[in-house]
């Protein structure tokens, strides 16, 4: 005949095995992800000679360029551009499975924006994710990105990692991931680029402006550079401190078991 240790030890370790069994973390998710430049944070470096007649900027919410008068994006004039956005993936984003692309940022380089043109020195992302799913609504997040950006000159030294001409430098600084719990689980939302963010030396660094230690990408010049920003989730079992005590009753239980059958 089974003892009330024996007995409250299988039951606990029973109980436990159903409330695991119950615990099951959210599996696909709605989401959707909206990034705008912020105009009114935006700088340029300032034309010299013959660019100060010669060249404009111009900032909006989706695109920043800068280049040669009335002239057009990829023929005579840069650009940064957002697309992809607002990106909306119904029942897309799977927990613990693939990534999902959420915007994409494309860096217009042009060769021929003239002599002395005005040019991006920073700018700012505003991205906002939303996530919702059956019986579950997070309110949205918003991350702010900080842009140092460097227009090299085409002649004379360039930057290390240029591959063409001078290519231009691209630093990205804000929050890569966030962490939130919600029904015993802990779920990690992380923003991956492909390209993915290099580490470049203090050296490039300072030319931007930015710190040393810095992430970002190099450009080639004369081409447009995608760099998409994939979304992913992932969920850990995190147990309840009842939970927890369940488990530990259950040990003493089974504990009990092995010593009254050792006697």
């Not at 099951?24 to 000679?49: C, D, L, Q």
């Not at 993936?89 to 860096?107: C, E, I, R």
């Not at 230690?213 to 992932?234: K, P, S, Y």
Request: aromatic share 10%.
């Amino acid at each position: 005949m089974l003892s009330f240790a024996t007995r409250f030890g299988l039951a606990s370790a029973v109980a436990l095995t159903f409330s695991s069994a119950f615990a099951a973390p959210i599996t696909t998710w709605n989401y959707s992800v909206t990034s705008v430049f912020v105009p009114a944070e935006t700088t340029f470096n300032a034309a010299t000679g013959q660019g100060i007649n010669n060249s404009t900027k111009a900032a909006g919410t989706s695109e920043i360029s800068w280049g040669r008068k009335n002239g057009k994006v990829g023929v005579d004039r840069s650009a940064l551009q957002i697309k992809n956005s607002p990106n909306i993936g119904d029942g897309k984003l799977v927990t613990n499975g693939a990534s999902n692309v959420a915007n994409t940022y494309t860096h217009v380089n042009n060769n021929n924006i003239g002599t002395g043109s005005i040019s991006l020195h920073s700018t700012t992302i505003l991205a906002t994710l939303k996530l919702t799913a059956d019986g579950f609504d997070l309110p949205a997040q918003v991350a702010k990105y900080a842009i140092n950006f460097y227009e090299t000159p085409n002649s004379g030294a360039c930057p290390e990692y240029s591959i063409t001409k001078c290519s231009d430098i691209f630093v990205l600084d804000g929050p890569l991931s966030a962490q939130f719990e919600y029904k015993d689980y802990l779920y990690t939302v992380t923003f991956a680029s492909n390209p993915d963010l290099i580490e470049l030396k203090p050296s490039t660094c300072a030319l931007t402006g930015a710190a040393a230690g810095c992430l970002g990408f190099i450009t080639q010049e004369g081409m447009a550079t995608d760099v998409n920003f994939n979304l992913r989730i992932e969920a850990q079992y995190v147990p309840e401190p009842a939970s927890l005590a369940l488990l530990g009753l259950g040990l003493v239980g089974l504990a009990a078991v092995r010593r009254r059958k050792q006697a």
